[in-house]
């Protein structure tokens, strides 16, 4: 068996502990017990949106609706194929209407993320959607997945 420290979560604050297990499996099975954990970890989701092939201006990186009150948190993009010659830049729609944020994947790299410093409100029905509003100017990139990270407003 291997230790493994465990970090506190901040808006947490419980102090670090160790703990003695065989796979970090378990060891999140352990640390997620305790009650106030288990509420913190009920209140994030993700959620993956996929891109099969090339992406192009204005093409629109699927649509995930809210079933609740929450705040979208932070969108990472992982590109098998990254823009060359250019960022690949997606806008963050809500219900249609564009946010005034992007996450961007810049020029010869395959990964973007923003999280925001104020979280996008979302209430039950609201589509969020990515729309390319950029490419790489010799390849635009492709074969995206963009993952969505919410947090329930209680």
Known sequence: MSQINLQPIPSIGRPPSTVEKSSMRET??????????AKFAATVSTN???WAGSIQVPDEIGTWE?????????VQVSAQQGPVGDDLTLEITKSGTGTGEF?????????????????????EGDLVTLVCTGVGSTSGGGFLTVTLVRRAVT
């Open 103 to 123: 996450v961007i994947v810049p020029d010869g790299m395959l990964h973007g993320k923003v999280v925001f410093a104020t979280p996008i409100d979302l209430a």
């Open 66 to 74: 809210s079933l609740g009150a929450e705040e979208l948190t932070a």
């Open 48 to 50: 993956n949106l996929v």
């Open 28 to 37: 999140l099975d352990l640390y997620s017990k305790s009650e106030t954990d």
